[in-house]
């Protein structure tokens, strides 16, 4: 029977058994612990896990856990409905605040999850002129729009080639023209904006890449952005609580000021060991995206123990920065170390290391021998990263050892051996 002569499910099916067979369908183990912490419970013994992005060792912090147990107690498991009908509650207000503070912007708008903040935002940006001309019909007052100089009205996205899948699928759902730029490569970028006819650009970048590990060129970004009058988003979902001086993320890393973006991303997931993300920037960009940003208008808010347990773990964040400063020697060490072995890690320079192994059945192969080994480290590939670039994403937290970290190079020394990695 042709292909075509297949039923969709038929065809769903046949791929799914396609991929099983190669060896190449995630086998991920059901762990019976807790996710966040160095050493997990799989099948029976302990595993060493590196993959987990509870960087600061915060998730299972007993301050943070009864921040949330009080407020499960005195709030319920859920929140009853989105912020703009029953659920908008005092903890997840503060919790906004907080994090607009700790980013040094002026408010910060919060959503279930990072991926419903970027997929929510970056479209939105793109309705200002609609809602605009709507608010002039029904509110009867005009504003000037010029698009002088030979642009035309709409939109123009220039988008990082590495940026997260949720960018990506924000920009998919943006009405926009879009540009993806050459990862890092602000000459290519400058000649984008430069012939754009577009009246209104829009940059966006991840902060930390989080499949490679490596920082984006913050002040050329901005820079490019305040001479094209472009607006600036960095996803700092991997930055913020990490890097910097005191932990603010890619800004305070770069030593440049929270007012050289309109938009600082960012999640809970990852520094502060919690779940949601936010988005913060000028008081007004913030009240125009509660107004229009559909991913917090038609969907419920975080849980109210979880925002009261992310508060009270950037309140720790910010106290305990050997918390950070530990995850960074970890990972310094371990890529120092890595990299001796001759493996390539990308050019990365944060937390998270990424090893490449190039083919995905060898990546998927690197996997179950540590697996073996009694080390969960699972391998990124296509279309986490590009065909033929898969790698192991290890992420160095403040809750490995030293010890732990070595016997992980012992065994990735072992494995390139035995699989001839290296030549
Ligand atoms: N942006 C980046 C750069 C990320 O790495 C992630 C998560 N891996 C997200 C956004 C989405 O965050 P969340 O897990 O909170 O949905």
Redesign the pocket.
């Known amino acids: 029977m042709s292909d075509v002569d297949q039923s969709p499910a038929e065809r769903v099916k046949n791929l799914v058994r396609l991929v099983k067979d190669s060896g190449l369908y995630p086998n991920n183990p059901i762990v019976n612990s807790a996710t966040t912490e160095p050493v997990i419970w799989v099948g029976g013994r302990d595993h060493l896990l590196f993959c987990s992005?509870n960087l600061l060792g915060l998730s299972n912090h007993p301050k943070v856990k009864e921040a949330a147990a009080k407020a499960l107690d005195r709030y319920g498991l859920g929140s009853g409905g989105s912020r703009q009908m029953a659920a908008n509650i005092d903890v997840h207000r503060a919790l906004e605040q907080r994090i607009a503070e700790f980013v040094g912007q002026e408010d910060a708008i919060c959503f279930a999850?990072?991926?419903?903040?970027?997929v929510g935002v970056v479209p939105t940006l793109m309705k200002v002129d609609l809602l605009q001309s709507i608010a002039e019909v029904h509110l009867g007052h005009s504003s000037a729009r010029s698009t002088g100089n030979g642009e035309t009205p709409g939109w123009e996205i220039f988008s990082e080639e590495l940026?997260?899948?949720?960018?990506v699928d924000g920009v998919r759902l943006a009405q926009a023209d879009v540009s993806k730029y050459p990862h890092k490569d602000m000459k290519h970028l400058a000649t984008c904006l430069t012939k754009s006819k577009k009246a209104s650009k829009f940059i966006v970048s991840?902060?930390?890449?989080?499949m490679d590990g490596d920082i984006a060129p913050i002040p050329q970004l901005a820079d490019l952005a305040a001479a094209h009058k472009a607006l600036l988003m960095i996803?700092d979902?991997?930055g913020v609580g990490m890097l910097g001086a005191n932990g603010r993320g890619s800004l305070e890393h770069h030593d440049i000021p929270s007012s050289a973006v309109d938009l600082q991303?960012g999640?809970?997931?990852?520094a502060f060991g919690g779940?949601?993300?936010y988005v913060a920037g000028d008081q007004e960009i913030i009240d125009f995206l509660r107004i229009s940003a559909r991913t917090y208008i038609f969907s419920a808010p975080l849980p109210p123990s979880i925002a009261a347990g992310v508060a009270e773990a950037i309140d720790i964040a910010e106290r305990e920065p050997w918390r950070r400063e530990k995850a960074m020697e970890n990972a310094f060490y371990f890529r120092r170390e890595v990299e001796a072995l001759g493996f390539d890690t990308l050019g990365s320079e944060a937390h998270i290391v990424p090893v490449l192994i190039g083919n995905e059945l060898a990546a998927a192969e690197v996997t179950n021998q540590l697996r073996h080994r009694g080390i969960v480290a699972p391998h990124a590939r296509y279309p986490a990263v590009a065909l033929g670039r898969a790698r192991i994403r290890f992420v160095m937290t403040c809750q490995h050892e030293r010890e732990q970290i070595d016997f992980l190079l012992g065994c990735l020394a072992e494995i390139r051996d035995n699989l001839k990695l290296h030549g």
């Not at 999850?113 to 970027?118: K, S, V």
């Not at 940026?163 to 960018?167: C, L, Q, T, Y």
């Open positions: 992005n999850a990072g991926y419903m903040a970027n940026n997260h899948a949720s960018i991840d902060g930390v890449f989080s996803d979902a991997h991303m999640t809970f997931t990852k779940v949601g993300g």
